[in-house]
């Protein structure tokens, strides 16, 4: 059995260096409830969205070196850059101010702010990995970039992708590969009426339907695979375009496992559509809570238990949940054929 996870564990700070400063010190809280999450779960593969990139990889040494100080060591590690806080040097969002956050591919302050990175048990074959972080938005087959607001020089360089997206293939202990196929996208807000956001979130997700048709040049993997990462999208509560998630959720070739937990289900908002125990991020109103984490096996695994890590109030773990990251990690049990 392999446990696949992914969390967007906010582990980001206003300056480069800053978060490798925080987990050296071993005194910073949200650290030390990040690592409590993850050694009480003890997934086999972690995907970490909203982790600082820096240049020689520190940040991620550092924490895989917590991590395995408390037992969960990972010896494989995966942190490219990314397009979050990478500089394009244009008013991407057209407010006549440059080197702004929401100027670079994706947002962040500085290169690498609120990246990802993959911890590993089973050996990462980088050599055929896939990194997809330069396609441009605009060639994108049936991108949403139409109508988005951009300047014809924005428009030529904007990237798909506001982190990355990623096909890692893992070296199984039989030889053969699972594909992760990782990313994180942008919310769906923090725009104005032209939805520049909500339209690049769609397009984020629906690039991974047209990447197992086979249409963006590239080979698809074949089976089997995991589509994993923070869609930043809720198919039923909260803002966006969910028309590309509930297309990908509902994906023949794939598998929802509807990871639940007790902690979601108390955590109820008022009016919810969608089923309060699936959410995996905890925001005040609005939007309230809602599930903008997936792992989605394909079809061909058997899924052995799923879940997400939200303790219900006064359980154990509750308080470390709370502590380490408005969103929560969720995990799948796989068993292959």
């Given at each position: 059995m392999l446990r696949v996870a992914t969390w967007s564990a906010e582990l980001s700070r206003k300056g480069p260096g800053l978060l490798w400063r925080d987990i050296e010190s071993g005194k910073d809280k949200q650290i030390a409830a990040a690592i409590e999450v993850i050694t009480a779960t003890a997934p086999d593969i972690l995907l970490i969205t909203g982790f600082d990139w820096d240049f020689e990889g520190r940040a991620l040494a550092a924490f895989e070196a917590r991590l395995a100080a408390a037992g969960q060591g990972y010896p494989y590690r995966f942190a490219?850059?990314?397009?979050?806080?990478?500089?394009?040097?244009?008013?991407?969002?057209?407010?006549?101010?440059?080197?702004?956050?929401?100027?670079?591919?994706?947002?962040g302050r500085f290169t690498g702010q609120g990246g990802m990175a993959l911890l590993s048990r089973l050996p990462i074959e980088t050599e055929r990995a896939r990194d997809f972080s330069t396609l441009a938005w605009r060639d994108l087959p049936g991108a949403l970039i139409e109508g988005a607001g951009l300047s014809p020089e924005a428009r030529a360089v904007q990237r798909l992708s506001t982190v990355a997206h990623w096909d890692l293939p893992l070296r199984r202990a039989d030889g053969s590969a699972l594909h992760l196929?990782?990313?994180?996208?942008?919310?769906?807000?923090?725009?104005?009426?032209?939805?520049?956001?909500?339209?690049?979130?769609?397009?984020?997700?629906?690039?991974?339907?047209?990447?197992?048709?086979?249409?963006?040049g590239e080979a698809p993997p074949a089976p089997p695979f995991v589509v994993l990462g923070d869609a930043n999208l809720d198919p039923a509560d909260g803002e966006g375009r969910p028309e590309a998630l509930t297309a990908l959720l509902a994906d023949p070739r794939l598998q929802d496992p509807r990871p639940a937990s007790a902690g979601g289900a108390a955590a109820a908002d008022p009016g919810q559509k969608g089923d309060p125990a699936l959410d995996t991020a905890d925001y005040p109103d609005p939007p309230g809570n809602l599930r903008v984490d997936y792992v989605l096996p394909s079809a061909g695994l058997r899924i052995e238990g799923a879940g997400v890590y939200w303790p219900a109030p006064g359980a154990p773990g509750a308080a470390a949940a709370e502590t380490a990251s408005r969103h929560r990690l969720v995990w799948v049990d796989l068993a292959f054929p």
């Open positions: 490219p850059p990314t397009n979050a806080g990478l500089a394009t040097g244009l008013d991407l969002d057209g407010n006549g101010r440059l080197g702004e956050g929401r100027d670079a591919q994706g947002y196929l990782a990313f994180a996208a942008t919310p769906p807000v923090f725009d104005g009426p032209e939805d520049r956001n909500g339209r690049r979130n769609h397009d984020e997700a629906a690039f991974w339907r047209l990447y197992l048709d086979g249409r963006l």
